[in-house]
């Protein structure tokens, strides 16, 4: 019998996990990334040093390859030659507009006024448009963003006028496509928003949906999730209620979603972000532990053509927390307060003694990454309302 191929684009930390299952499932994995150091390379059986974003390029060593699916995970960069490859090939996966549309934030907020969903103000300026003027048509305060990136790359809440020339310049340095969307700032009545969700044959069949944390040095940046989400069942029914029409809107046939929203002070819905694949940070880990529903499993049943059926098994709460620091300086250590050690399940550190460290802007700024689980609410959310004491780094 013929083993099946697959290829999966990326094979960064998040990847791992998707290579590891799929060689459980019997599929011979070749992975393919720019990066010729990435650690799940050594994982694969086969590794093409191409780029993710290259569609092309993609698609022809999918074809070269004769592979029976082409996939990502934890990554919006990857999505749109993913679900391009399959597309053209016929292979199983979403259509290559839908996901394109939902990896770029002008796209995307296009998509949701003209389908009638609540959407911010906004305006969208190019490189050269951002070079001839520095007119805003709304009013302050705005977030700034790139319309292409992830992690909270080139993103910024701007209040004041003299800070928003240095934002565009900013946002159009992680932009691929060198353009920006300017947002009006939605205010919040409680968290925002946060989760992943599953789609099956075009459906939401499923979400788990937390809360962003926020630290005293980025307020648009998130450094933690915690679930499950606190606000009320309702609100919570509403947007899933939401994210659910979106998707059939969009056409998305399958697969992982990650959420953000906002819920304004009038319990307005606002859907920031419905990226078209799992949440990074270890959240579909966190996922499983906390619903016992494991996403990644799920979506090779799909891909290997087997019938899905997700049904939550537990009700647990979970939470992530991006180690960061307020200052820049050289790592020398963390300290972690004793009292919260039993509620870490994990933690991995991305830097060593002497490391440079940058103060906390972006997801890329993170240190490492520590996993939490809990016996209730109170006990989580005493933890994560003063986790940047209890988790504190030490500078040289």
Not at 14 to 24: F, G, H, Y
Not at 145 to 168: E, Q, T
Not at 331 to 345: A, G, L, Q, V, Y
Request: hydrophobic content about 40%; aromatic content about 8%; some cysteine.
């Amino acid at each position: 019998m013929k083993q099946k191929k697959i290829l999966i684009l990326g094979a960064t930390i998040s990847q791992i996990p998707l290579i590891k299952i799929a060689k459980e499932f019997g599929y011979f994995v070749i992975v393919c990334t720019y990066d010729a150091t990435e650690p799940g390379i050594g994982y694969a059986d086969e590794f093409h040093n191409i780029s993710t974003t290259d569609n092309q390029a993609v698609l022809n060593l999918a074809r070269t390859k004769n592979v029976d699916a082409v996939t990502s995970w934890a990554t919006d960069v990857a999505a749109p030659a993913a679900a391009y490859a399959s597309e053209v090939l016929g292979l199983p996966g979403n259509p290559y507009q839908s996901v394109k549309m939902l990896t770029e934030k002008d796209s995307f907020r296009e998509f949701l006024i003209k389908r009638g969903f609540l959407t911010p103000g906004y305006q969208v300026l190019s490189e050269e448009e951002i070079q001839l003027s520095s007119e805003l048509s709304i009013s302050l305060p705005v977030i700034v963003k790139p319309v292409d990136s992830s992690g909270g790359r080139g993103v910024a809440r701007v209040s004041d006028m003299a800070n928003y020339m240095p934002a565009l310049h900013e946002a159009l340095l992680y932009s691929r496509k060198k353009r920006v969307i300017v947002e009006e700032a939605i205010e919040m009545k409680g968290a925002q928003i946060h989760g992943d969700g599953f789609v099956v044959d075009g459906r939401l069949v499923f979400t788990f949906l937390g809360d962003h944390h926020f630290s005293g040095v980025s307020n648009v940046v998130p450094v933690a999730t915690s679930w499950p989400s606190q606000m009320p069942d309702y609100i919570l029914r509403k947007l899933s209620s939401e994210v659910g029409r979106l998707i059939q809107e969009s056409g998305f046939q399958y697969g992982p979603v990650n959420i953000e929203a906002r819920i304004d002070p009038d319990q307005n819905i606002y859907i920031i972000e419905l990226a078209p694949r799992a949440g990074g940070h270890s959240s579909s880990e966190l996922t499983n532990r906390g619903t016992g529903v494991d996403l990644l499993f799920e979506m090779m049943q799909y891909l290997d053509g087997q019938k899905i059926k997700i049904k939550k098994t537990r009700s647990e709460c979970v939470a992530y927390y991006l180690i960061h620091s307020r200052v820049d300086g050289l790592f020398s250590d963390i300290n972690i307060d004793p009292e919260i050690k039993r509620h870490i399940t994990s933690l991995h550190l991305k830097i060593g003694k002497g490391e440079q460290v940058r103060k906390y802007q972006n997801m890329r700024d993170a240190l490492g990454l520590v996993l939490f689980g809990f016996e209730n609410n109170d006990a989580m959310m005493q933890t994560l309302n003063n986790v940047y004491k209890s988790v504190s780094v030490v500078l040289e």
